[in-house]
């Protein structure tokens, strides 16, 4: 299974791709759609969407997986948030694909990253996981994408019926998953 995860935002749009095969998590790429800060919102959007539509149609996903609103203390930034993941949703329903949601704080938990640990903590354990420490992640916002496409994999696949994996190989991921945060969360046996 190959899941595309968007980190929305309405300057930047982090999207990071993740793919499942034969009980390997395998990363297949990440960017950060970037668009002109200074141009009027409907113009960002509508860049956004281009950008974010064509990444759909080059990498070719199975699912998407969109980071959910957490509480704003600006009522305008959690709109303007909200119009980004509009363009998200719309992207990935265009293309006929599933999309799913997960609060920040869940995308954090699936990737062995505590509550109160901040972005360079989901960036470390995204390269962990993924075998990517050489890998230069750039903004924030593409190991944010990348977490929430591996948090799809881990909780939400059973949701998406799917003609090509049988479940037992869909748990072996899962189980993978969980074998490589267990140091991050398994306290060691008594010896």
């Known amino acids: 299974m190959r899941v595309l995860g ?72 959690a709109l303007v948030l909200g119009h980004a993941r509009g363009v998200a949703l719309l992207a990935a329903a265009q293309v006929s694909l599933p999309v799913f949601e997960y609060p ?21 354990m995204v390269k962990t996981l993924l075998g990517l420490q050489a890998v230069d992640l750039g903004r924030a916002d593409a190991s944010d994408a990348l977490a929430v496409a591996l948090c799809h994999l881990n909780h939400g696949r059973a949701a998406i019926p799917t003609a090509g994996p049988t479940t037992q190989k869909r748990k072996g991921a899962a189980a993978l998953l969980a074998d490589r945060l267990a140091p991050s969360y398994r306290r060691p046996e008594a010896g």
């Open 104 to 124: 920040p704080a869940k995308v954090k938990k699936s990737v062995g990253a505590g509550g109160a640990d901040g972005k360079d903590a989901v960036a470390r």
């Open 6 to 77: 968007v980190d929305p935002g309405s300057r930047f749009m982090g999207y990071g791709v993740v793919e499942e095969k034969r009980g390997r998590l395998v990363h297949v790429g990440h960017g950060v759609i970037k668009v002109d800060e200074g141009a009027p919102l409907a113009f960002r959007l509508k860049e956004l969407h281009a950008a974010l539509s064509a990444q759909l149609a080059q990498f070719r996903p199975e699912a998407v997986a969109v980071e959910g609103v957490f509480t704003f203390r600006n009522a305008r930034s």
